[in-house]
């Protein structure tokens, strides 16, 4: 018997996911265990709640999926899936009926068991009606939630999809024990490595070990104090005055001074946040492809990263799946600055120069209007002149994204690349924000999502961001790394995620003190 | 006692008015609660569906007099963020805010009046010079600034004091305390100068009145001269000028909470105002103006008390 252990197996069945835990060996010495970690976290506001469905800022997706809550797969530090509250999981031939088998004596922070009943009263949380859950697609994509028995759901989607072990990692669909919803969203009940002792939105929360975990091999603090700081230079003094021992979102300005300090380090990885500049494909002068590409050779994308970025990030190339993304093609031509390729696009599309409004505020990413502003300076070399709008950052994603035709944006990304593409390049889909539509892409798209076999899906894929690169109307110049910081007094792990910040939000559960 | 009824009254026109403007300004800002929650979510269904359930699609006069009606009976409703009451959120708030401005207070007004006694005592010499260019450049700087680098000397280079007020009530006394001090430290460098200049200029001028001249005269040490008989009479003022700024310990603190994570009111009104809570917003104004008119009140009974013509009017 011969399993491969990346995701391609791990995708057909998670039965190698226990085998995975099972043989891995230590690739380092058993974490220390105790302590109690402090932590600064910017994203934290005092609308934060337990609900699942609301999280969105870096807070609560730290705290909800990272510590106190579980889902029902997990995608480890190196990018494979693996189970959490599910222990395996088959599908059928067209990857539309998926089998999840849930692991054996769990228990809810107030000692009820685990089983089915909390998986699809959890899951339907989602689809209740006026639920306001950015996970709502994925579960209303299930068309049916069967119980085969105490530790078996069956679910049956509208339309085959091979990636649904993996959005069952979403950090929006948490599991809450069933019939006791409401008092589980208000206190904080889950399976989760650690339990609440108190919490007060936007400000601080306090949890500790849970004694009885089914994860014995992570969560080694005997407690975690999360700190809300998200005024940077406050959370960037609380590390350097050993207030705290991790932050994130290391301000740039001032990481040189994190750097310097031998008590602190900066850690960094290049995940699927990308920033990008949409174009409607809809609206003359960018309904001609010509227009679209001399735009993406007009722009100087190591200069926005050196200088946008302070070299915090990687060039894009127009597409937008990341390193953390299982099919990420780095084999592709990459885009570069180019004027006088930009010039002779602009000449088969019939123009001698270009005349175009680029709306931008911080809001889109801190930065944008900075990175508007390098971008008509390069673009002019190549005979467009860009107009910098300066839009106000309070309703910015209401009125400028997905209405002004040329904007800054940005992705945080997602876990697959079905999903990365269907909720922003799928032909029609509300999110679409370049409107484009193009009938091979969409056709690829419908197919990879139900195919199984990982060597087909990849070239699809492979030949999807090539479509995105040479005929769509986003310009991603780049990905921006996810940056934070720690005391050396722990202990960091080898591979670090990349999904989010803080390892993946994770780091309550990797870490521990050296 | 009429008297001050008839300024409590004016204080309930005064809030009533305050809360019109704070009404109309929140109203004034770009974006509601709905789309700053919604963010890049922000589909026009979604919106919808917020702006229905808080009731943000009626109009801003229905708003402003149902929230006016219930506020009148002490219930300022439910936060729009996360559901709790305005009042169970915004007391812990509060009372951390009190604490902070109660330590504030503690060092920065025996210090004021200290230091104000002693420069009108040595006026013109060394210590008054310096006492006056000190404090008139601590209140000129910028509170951040102040607040940088007090972490700078305090926090950083000689770690006395923690530069995060990281404040929660399961601390006892002395941890609260300790975790408070560079917050009340700023807020002390700030208001001090004000306070002490008024007590020096207050009794500067009492100096030059015929009775100070005849107590010297008659052989009384130029420190009693001042305690004993010059600071009672120049106690009005002075009271004046420390209510001010107490209120302005209350209400001032936005930027010092912010730098420090001091979870106080000002925090939390920041939080709120970015977000478009506006139930938070409207009651943490109207502490903030209650605050106010209060203690102007008290002010301005306490100096009747402490001035004995007006305590016996003719």
């Known amino acids: 018997m011969s399993f491969s252990l990346d995701r391609r197996g791990l995708l057909k069945s998670g039965a190698a996911a226990g085998l995975l835990a099972a043989t891995g060996a230590p690739l380092r010495a058993q974490p220390k265990s105790g302590g109690t970690f402090r932590l600064g976290l910017a994203g934290a506001n005092t609308s934060d709640s337990w609900d699942g469905r609301t999280h969105s800022d870096s807070f609560m997706i730290i705290l909800g999926h990272g510590t106190v809550f579980d889902c029902l797969t997990e995608v480890a530090a190196d990018g494979t899936l693996k189970g959490e509250l599910a222990e395996s999981w088959e599908a059928s031939p067209d990857a539309k009926v998926w089998t999840f088998n849930l692991r054996q004596g769990v228990t809810f922070h107030n000692g009820k068991p685990f089983g089915a009943d909390d998986v699809i009263e959890s899951l339907q949380l989602h689809t209740a009606e006026g639920a306001k859950s950015a996970a709502k697609p994925i579960v209303s994509a299930i068309t049916e939630m069967k119980k085969l028995g105490d530790l078996q759901v069956q679910f049956t989607l509208a339309s085959g999809n091979a990636d649904f072990p993996f959005l069952m990692s979403d950090y929006h669909l948490l599991m809450y024990p069933a019939g006791q919803v409401e008092e589980a969203m208000a206190n904080g009940i889950g399976t989760g490595l650690y339990k609440v002792e108190s919490f007060e939105p936007g400000v601080r929360a306090l949890v500790s070990r849970y004694a009885d975990h089914y994860k014995t091999d992570a969560g080694f603090f005997d407690a975690v104090e999360a700190i809300a700081i998200n005024d940077s230079s406050a959370r960037m003094n609380a590390l350097m005055t050993d207030q705290v021992d991790a932050i994130n979102r290391v301000d740039f300005k001032t990481e040189s001074l994190v750097r310097r300090n031998p008590r602190t380090e900066v850690f960094e990885v290049t995940g699927n946040q990308h920033y990008t500049f949409p174009m409607h494909t809809n609206t003359a002068p960018f309904n001609d492809v010509n227009v679209r590409q001399a735009l993406k050779y007009g722009i100087n994308r190591q200069e926005l990263v050196d200088k946008i970025l302070l070299g915090h990030g990687a060039v894009g190339n127009d597409h937008p799946i990341g390193p953390a993304n299982q099919y990420f093609a780095d084999d592709l031509e990459q885009a570069t600055y180019d004027p006088d390729r930009a010039k002779s696009l602009l000449k088969k599309a019939g123009l001698d120069s270009l005349d175009v409004a680029l709306s931008a505020s911080d809001a889109a990413f801190s930065g944008a209007v900075d990175a508007a502003q390098l971008f008509q300076a390069s673009a002019k070399d190549a005979g467009i002149n860009i107009e910098v709008v300066r839009e106000p950052a309070d309703g910015y994603w209401s009125n400028v994204w997905l209405k002004k035709p040329f904007c800054a944006c940005y992705w945080s990304g997602r876990a697959t690349e079905d999903w990365m593409f269907s909720t922003a390049y799928e032909k029609g889909v509300p999110w679409n924000d370049s409107y484009w539509e193009n009938e091979r892409f969409n056709a690829l798209l419908l197919e990879a999502r139900a195919e199984l076999d990982s060597g087909k899906r990849r070239d699809m894929y492979r030949e999807m961001q090539q479509l995105t690169k040479e005929d769509g109307g986003t310009i991603v110049p780049m990905y921006a790394n996810y940056v934070d910081a720690h005391s050396t007094k722990l202990a960091r792990p080898d591979v670090i995620g990349n999904l989010w910040q803080m390892d993946s939000s994770r780091i309550t559960e990797r870490w521990s003190f050296a | ?314």
Request: glycine share 6%; proline share 5%.
């Open chain 2, 1 to 314: 006692m009429s008297l001050v009824a008839k300024r409590l009254a004016l204080g309930a026109v005064t809030l009533f008015v305050v809360s019109l403007i704070i009404f109309g300004a929140v109203e004034l800002l770009p974006g509601d609660f709905a789309e700053e929650i919604l963010g890049q979510g922000a589909t026009p269904e979604a919106v919808a569906a917020i702006r229905q359930e808080l009731g943000l699609d009626r109009t801003p006069v229905t708003r402003y007099f149902d929230w006016l009606g219930s506020a009148v009976q002490g219930d300022f409703g439910v936060s729009f963020g996360n559901q709790r009451s305005v009042a169970e959120q915004l007391a812990p708030r509060f009372g951390n805010t009190l604490f902070l401005a109660l330590v504030a207070a503690c060092i920065a007004v025996p210090l004021a009046l200290v230091i104000g006694v002693l420069a009108a005592l040595y006026r013109n010499s060394i210590f008054d010079k310096v006492a006056n260019m000190t404090t008139l450049t601590s209140i000129s700087s910028p509170e951040f600034f102040v607040a940088y680098i007090l972490i700078l000397f305090l926090a950083v280079m000689n770690p006395v004091f923690p530069s995060l007020s990281n404040i929660s009530s399961d601390l006892d006394f002395w941890t609260r305390l300790d975790r408070t001090m560079l917050p009340a430290l700023t807020l002390t460098l700030v208001v001090t100068a004000h306070m002490m200049r008024m007590t020096r200029a207050a009794i500067i001028n009492l100096l030059a009145s015929p009775y100070i001249e005849m107590a010297r005269l008659k052989g009384v040490s130029p420190a009693r001269v001042i305690v004993r008989h010059a600071l009672p009479n120049a106690l009005a003022p002075i009271i004046n000028v420390i209510a001010l700024n107490l209120a302005y310990l209350i209400t001032g603190v936005v930027v010092v909470e912010v730098v420090f994570v001091y979870p106080g009111v000002g925090q939390l009104f920041v939080d709120s105002v970015k977000i478009r809570d506006i139930p938070i917003v409207q009651a943490c104004c109207l502490i903030f103006a209650a605050t106010y008119i209060l203690l102007n009140l008290t002010a301005d009974v306490l100096s009747i008390i402490t001035n004995p013509r007006l305590r016996h009017p003719k």
